[in-house]
């Protein structure tokens, strides 16, 4: 398939075909997108993609099965998700004649909404994607790359023709071709970033998961505090005392400045996930709070997140000093 960072999209509807624009099919209408194109143009990631957005998705379906798993689909007591299903010359049965004489009698059953997607790319790019992934070519395997992608050319050209969408994916990244996709569909805002905000003890290690870390170790400790040592972040008094330092305000405002832009650009660049941990020494006080906040921040903007305490149950062993340089557990 396409090379992570060869992998591009551009849009290059065909000249005859009327644009997608915004097909939302009406609701008593099942949607059946049909995803074809020549190898390395990015079928894999199409698929992916729509199944971000609530597609379920079949890759290399033999033609013969095609119509038994739509009246599957369609014939279901309650209502089906959306499907999608990639289908190329290396599908068994596969000819473009076949896969058109299909699409027409799809198209003729009232409750489904179908659509042909065809993924292209230049000749020079999907060299490159072949020769940077050290695959052969499905239509060369012992011939020049070249050789195999002018002969899928020729057998793919008639599909190209009566696709309802070509999207040319030689341009753009990962992301781009996403985000083209999710926009030439009217898929937009059915998928966002899941954001997860963790608190950890950096005592018991950092969290493999962890894409952003933050240390709030610099914080006035409440576990210093014997009325406050036994509770936890999740306290409002321990709030309020994490909250009195004359540091966190400065701190908050710049981690959530810095945060904020960072959303969109993950999600233009393909990222279905993000997860933010926020540590202090014990994982029980000043990490805690602080994850609580900034989760409730993200909810006020409208971008509500998980989150998690993964050590706020958990002993860590004694060691370390107090300030005052009287043993302590070292908690906090």
């Not at 999209?9 to 997608?20: F, I, N, R, Y």
């Not at 992301?175 to 966002?192: N, R, T, W």
């Not at 006020?300 to 009287?326: E, F, M």
């Amino acid at each position: 398939m396409s090379s992570p960072k060869a992998l591009a999209a551009t849009e290059a509807a065909a000249p005859s075909k009327t644009p997608l624009g915004n097909p939302r099919p009406q609701a008593s209408r099942r949607r059946l997108l049909l995803v074809t194109g020549l190898a390395g143009a990015g079928r894999s990631t199409a698929l992916k993609c729509l199944e971000d957005h609530g597609f379920e998705a079949v890759d290399n379906l033999p033609l013969a099965l095609l119509p038994h798993l739509v009246s599957g689909v369609t014939a279901a007591g309650e209502a089906p998700r959306a499907l999608a299903i990639g289908i190329d010359g290396r599908t068994r049965d596969f000819t473009a004649e076949g896969l058109s004489t299909l699409l027409q009698e799809l198209k003729r059953d009232p409750a489904l909404d179908v659509r042909l997607l065809f993924l292209d790319s230049d000749d020079e790019t999907l060299r490159r994607r072949f020769t940077e992934t050290r695959r052969r070519h499905p239509f060369a395997p012992d011939r020049p790359v070249s050789d195999g992608i002018a002969q899928e050319r020729r057998l793919m050209f008639p599909l190209q023709q009566v696709a309802d969408l070509v999207i040319d994916t030689s341009d753009r990244t990962i992301g781009d071709f996403k985000a083209l996709l999710a926009h030439q569909l009217g898929l937009e805002g059915k998928s966002e970033l899941a954001i997860t905000i963790l608190s950890f003890s950096y005592r018991l290690g950092l969290p493999r998961e962890a894409d952003l870390v933050f240390d709030v170790r610099f914080l006035d400790n409440p576990h210093y505090d014997p009325a406050l040592r036994p509770l936890t972040g999740e306290d409002e008094r321990v709030g309020r005392a994490v909250e009195s330092d004359p540091a966190y305000d400065g701190f908050f405002a710049g981690m959530t400045g810095l945060l904020w832009p960072l959303l969109p650009g993950f999600e233009r660049e393909g990222k279905s996930y993000l997860t933010i941990a926020i540590g202090c020494t014990g994982g029980r006080h000043r990490s805690v709070h602080v994850a609580r906040r900034l989760a409730q921040w993200l909810e006020g903007k409208g971008r509500p997140a998980i989150l998690r305490h993964r050590d706020l149950d958990r002993g860590v062993p004694d060691s370390g000093l107090t300030r005052a340089g009287a043993p302590h557990s070292g908690r906090g």
